[in-house]
């Protein structure tokens, strides 16, 4: 198993600003993920970022607004560009140990609030 | 596209037993999981099923049938605790060519005394 922090747990930011997510896992793990989550809906894949390449964004979601790093592998982050109103959400930090592993692990989130 | 319905909402009573639907239409399957997801918290795994049948864990089971692209999972014995948020969930292999995994759209559980 593993056990995942993030921080801030939450923030209040301004538009046009950017918050940088931090997310730390207690061990070593292939993969790690970034979801968003609307409250009471569900969660939505933002991009896939595996240690020493690039991460993999999917449909919606460019490099650009949601840069990611993962500089090793317990740990990543992810940064809201020029936030505007309509980021406000939950961010989510998930990892799976490899491949084939069908269990993922999920952060508490990231409260953001973009007045 | 990707789809995966499930109920909205579903409400019981202790001890009884309660079944939530997922169907699901992905371009890629490897799997169903579920998981569960109580306010403010963070989503925890509870099941997978990578064949069609029943997998049973405790008071939880799941089915998946591949064939109706369609699965369930079964709580038993139901506690006020199991009132939570429960999400299915497929397993694709993306871009990248490892898994990732794309969320039904919950169903909110809750349980009355």
């Known amino acids: 198993s593993a056990v995942i922090s993030q921080k801030p747990s939450r923030d209040i930011c301004q538009r046009g600003t950017s918050l940088t997510i931090q997310c730390q896992v207690d061990?070593?793990?292939?993969?790690m993920f970034w979801y968003r989550q609307q409250p009471g809906q569900s969660l939505t894949l933002i991009a896939t970022?595996?240690?020493?390449?690039?991460?993999?964004?999917e449909s919606g979601f460019v490099i650009d607004k949601f840069p990611i790093s993962r500089p090793n592998l317990t740990f990543s982050t992810l940064t809201v560009s020029n936030m505007s109103p309509e980021d406000s959400s939950i961010y989510l930090c998930?990892?799976?140990?490899?491949?084939?592993?069908?269990?993922?692990?999920f952060g508490p989130g990231t409260r953001l609030t973009v007045t | 596209g990707q789809s995966l319905e499930q109920p909205s909402e579903v409400t019981a009573v202790e001890g009884a037993i309660v079944q939530i639907n997922c169907t699901y239409q992905?371009?890629?399957?490897?799997?169903l999981s579920w998981y569960q997801q109580h306010d403010g918290g963070a989503p925890t795994f509870l099941s997978y099923?990578?064949?069609?049948g029943l997998e049973e864990t405790g008071r939880f089971s799941s089915f998946l049938s591949r064939s109706d692209s369609y699965g369930y999972l079964l709580l038993q014995e139901l506690q006020m605790k199991d009132s939570a948020s429960y999400f299915c969930?497929?397993?694709?292999?993306?871009?990248?060519?490892?898994?990732?995994?794309?969320f039904g759209t919950g169903t909110r559980l809750l349980v009355s005394p």
């Open positions: 992905t371009s890629g399957f490897y799997g």
């Open positions: 061990s070593q793990v292939t993969m």
């Open positions: 969930a497929v397993r694709d292999i993306g871009n990248t060519g490892f898994q990732k995994l794309v």
């Open positions: 970022a595996n240690q020493g390449s690039e991460a993999t964004y």
């Open positions: 998930s990892a799976a140990g490899d491949g084939v592993s069908y269990e993922q692990y």
């Open positions: 099923n990578g064949l069609d």
